[in-house]
């Protein structure tokens, strides 16, 4: 059974990043939907980028890594935009999601929002992928994520804009202004252009 006590969040260093980049994400996620490393190492560099693995503890044996986070940090509009995050493939279906939402919660606190960019339900493929997108987004619903009228579209994905609020209950507001900077901050100028629209 899962409890606060037995599973903890640990911010990552850059190396301990790598790894779990290199050794989880690429199972999770599919190749097109991932950034180069380097990417991340550079941005990570400037400060603007953060990494978070949730652990549990495992008595004397090395702790088991249950899910991942890394998130876009701008400390201007004093928000995160959640990058990735996964449970790893062993864990799925335990309940580790929603305790390593929680304790991101905690983490992140200092910061005003989380900005969660979630595929919109409007232009899935078939019913399937429609269910899909629907439990994704029920799923941060029922952690505190809440909704926006935001929409945006970027490197050929439409997207429906959720937030999860923490230090400022109003993080919603400007969301996709706030998105925007964010997203010019991590692109070089032309991509930007190209690649990134509010809808």
């Known amino acids: 059974?899962?409890?606060?006590?037995?599973?903890?969040?640990?911010?990552?260093?850059?190396?301990?990043?790598?790894?779990?980049?290199?050794?989880?994400?690429?199972?999770?996620?599919?190749?097109?939907?991932?950034?180069?490393?380097?990417?991340?190492?550079?941005?990570?560099?400037?400060?603007?980028?953060?990494?978070?693995?949730?652990?549990?503890?495992?008595?004397?044996?090395?702790?088991?890594?249950?899910?991942?986070?890394?998130?876009?940090?701008?400390?201007?509009?004093?928000?995160?935009?959640?990058?990735?995050?996964?449970?790893?493939?062993?864990?799925?279906?335990?309940?580790?999601?929603?305790m390593a939402l929680s304790l991101l919660k905690e983490a992140c606190m200092e910061w005003d929002g989380i900005i969660f960019e979630v595929e919109d339900i409007a232009f899935a493929k078939n019913e399937e992928e429609r269910l899909t997108r629907r439990r994704r987004i029920a799923f941060y619903e029922n952690n505190g994520v809440v909704m926006t009228d935001a929409r945006s579209y970027a490197f050929g994905v439409d997207y429906m804009i959720m937030v999860m609020p923490l230090g400022n209950t109003n993080a919603a507001q400007n969301v996709a202004e706030n998105l925007a900077a964010i997203y010019k901050k991590m692109l070089p100028n032309e991509i930007f252009k190209r690649e990134f629209a509010l809808r």
């Open 1 to 98: 059974m899962l409890s606060a006590q037995n599973i903890y969040i640990k911010p990552l260093a850059l190396e301990e990043a790598r790894a779990v980049y290199i050794g989880s994400a690429h199972k999770d996620f599919p190749s097109d939907e991932l950034k180069p490393f380097s990417m991340i190492e550079k941005l990570w560099n400037k400060g603007c980028y953060k990494g978070y693995g949730f652990y549990e503890k495992a008595g004397d044996k090395e702790n088991k890594l249950r899910a991942y986070a890394f998130t876009m940090a701008d400390s201007d509009t004093n928000m995160l935009l959640l990058d990735y995050f996964a449970v790893c493939e062993e864990a799925r279906g335990n309940g580790y999601g929603s």
